[in-house]
């Protein structure tokens, strides 16, 4: 029992170390999809055999086993974000609405929470969704044009300019799939409420196999996001916040991975409703933005959870 212990921890550790890797070898990267469960498991396994040692040298090496699991599971929290009477403020919002069979129900969240612009990724033409997005937001731009592409940007006001990112298959991961609106302070919507200047951008990555292609994406994305303070990228990244690759990404252009609280992915399995296991989903805001409140979507009949997001940029 002792034995197959140590093993389990020497193993969770090892890999642990080897995710911090991740940045410079992609296969590494990977382990950052587990290292919940890693430090998990390596927490468990270090109380265990520090509780059956009998030596306090022993005890206190094994407890001090279990620093890398705390910080994976327990990261600096950020402090809460308030902006004055005068910031620019919005409100986004995101989902994946993957083969949605209820588009009331996607409706019936945008319309509750009332976001000014609504980034959707695999929105396949045909779909009552889109109907229901346009009649809401009457100007929107998918990765490609001609609306041939799955994500797509949706905005209640005029943008002052768009641009789809797809330079080929997107919806077979042969492109990047991604679109951009970019918005002026002279930008009003319906509602006649002034919007800030920025650059939206809708995102919707490859999966992490084969390695290389979610790289070779954020490359891609690198070139579209120029001034970068101002950008707000929405998105299914298909990485969770832990891997080097989406952190690097975002450092080297100055934004900040947004934490949701909440894993988006998958919400539902056969029909059955999900608290969700990774957070895929992510907002990404350069320094421009603060985010005031970001709230996950209810189950609306997709597998992912959709998310919307509260900021304001303060004045001057």
């Known amino acids: 029992m002792h034995r197959a212990a140590r093993f389990g921890l020497v193993v969770c550790l090892l890999l642990l170390a080897a995710a ?8 590494l990267d990977l382990i950052n999809l587990a290292a919940a469960p890693l430090a998990a498991g390596s927490l468990l396994l270090a109380v265990f055999l520090a509780f059956r040692a009998r030596r ?5 090496l094994l407890l001090l086993c279990c620093v890398p699991g705390l910080a994976v599971l327990f990261p600096e929290r950020s402090e809460p974000v308030t902006c004055g009477p005068s910031a620019q403020r919005l409100r986004v919002a995101w989902i994946n609405a993957h083969h949605p069979e209820q588009p009331d129900r996607i409706a019936d969240w945008l319309d509750a929470e009332q976001p000014q612009v609504v980034g959707v990724a695999e929105l396949r033409t045909g779909l009552a969704l889109r109907n229901v997005l346009q009649e809401r937001y009457p100007y929107w731009r998918s990765c490609l044009g001609g609306g041939r592409c799955s994500t797509l940007l949706y905005s209640r006001a005029a943008p002052l300019g768009a641009q789809s990112l797809a330079h080929g298959d997107a919806d077979n991961r042969k492109a990047l799939s991604a679109v951009t609106m970019t918005f002026g302070s002279g930008t009003t919507g319906a509602d006649r409420q002034a919007l800030p200047d920025t650059r939206i951008f809708a995102v919707h990555l490859s999966r992490p196999l084969p390695v290389g292609a979610q790289r070779y994406e954020l490359l891609k994305l690198d070139e579209y996001l120029g001034h970068s303070a101002s950008a707000l990228i929405m998105g299914d990244f298909n990485m969770s916040p832990r891997m080097r690759l989406l952190r690097d990404f975002a450092a080297r252009n100055g934004l900040r991975v947004t934490p949701t609280g909440r894993p988006t992915w998958p919400s539902t399995i056969r029909g059955r409703s999900l608290p969700g296991l990774w957070q895929i989903d992510h907002l990404i805001v350069g320094r421009d933005w603060r ?3 970001i709230r996950i979507g209810p189950d609306v009949g997709s597998d992912h959870r959709g998310f919307v ?4 940029r303060p004045a001057g």
Do not use: E, K, M
């Open 20 to 27: 911090r890797f991740g940045g410079s070898y992609a296969v």
């Open 56 to 60: 306090w040298p022993g005890r206190v």
């Open 291 to 293: 985010v005031t409140a």
């Open 309 to 312: 997001a509260d900021l304001c």
